[in-house]
């Protein structure tokens, strides 16, 4: 399976401001996703990130609050733009390779 | 559409069995199964394929009834390390979506 960096793994930001998370791939993935996941609960997609075109928004996100990059097969961003203290979570990046879907430690976001 | 998952919780003692269920209202190619320990991503634990293949991952299997979308995890004679909420996750056009989870706590 593949081995996903993420990071930052937490940060603490002011309302209004903008952090982008990071995620690395070891190797090639056609598809990468990004999630959020509140304390205790389950993980809920955001995106599909696939290279070379726009990223696919679930219901409930849209491009303009969270703008993901995805330059080539090995990397992605997710941006959470002019954040409120409802943004605050963990957003894991994930991507699958032979079945299994491998995510990144998450990074913990908390808005103030 | 996110499968759903029962129990929500479960404490046992540890050598104890569990079974968690995972059911979709949609029709189901394959169910995966992870792990996730508190602080930490979760982890991947097996993938079921249709054709009611039965897999197995330590002490932990799973089968799938695809006709009745349905999945089950087993767990048996459970250990402490096998504390953690797990999820059930469904492929939909390439997209993973997860159950709302089953806490299980192990205790000595």
């Known amino acids: 399976s593949a081995v996903i960096s993420q990071k930052p793994s937490r940060d603490i930001c002011q309302r209004g401001t903008s952090l982008t998370i990071q995620c690395q791939v070891d190797s090639q993935v056609t598809m990468m996703f990004w999630y959020r996941q509140q304390p205790g609960q389950s993980l809920t997609l955001i995106a599909t990130a696939n290279q070379g075109s726009e990223a696919t928004y679930e219901s409930g996100f849209v491009i303009d609050k969270f703008p993901i990059s995805r330059p080539n097969l090995t990397f992605s961003t997710l941006t959470v733009s002019n954040m409120s203290p409802e943004d605050s979570s963990i957003y894991l990046c994930?991507?699958?390779?032979?079945?299994?879907?491998?995510f990144g430690s998450g990074t913990r976001l908390t808005v103030v | 559409q996110q499968p759903v998952q029962s129990p929500q919780a479960v404490i046992l003692r540890e050598g104890e069995d569990a079974v968690i269920n995972c059911s979709s209202s949609k029709a189901l190619y394959s169910v995966h199964w992870y792990r996730q320990k508190h602080g930490e991503a979760p982890v991947f634990l097996m993938i079921?394929?249709?054709?009611?293949e039965q897999k197995g991952h330590e002490k932990i299997s799973a089968s799938f009834n695809e006709k009745k979308q349905q999945s089950s995890l087993y767990l048996t004679a459970s250990q402490l390390s096998y504390s953690g909420t797990y999820f059930c996750g469904t492929e939909e056009n390439n997209d993973m979506r997860f159950g709302a989870g089953t806490r299980l706590t192990v205790k000595p």
């Open positions: 994930s991507a699958t390779r032979g079945g299994a879907y491998t």
């Open positions: 079921l394929l249709k054709g009611g």
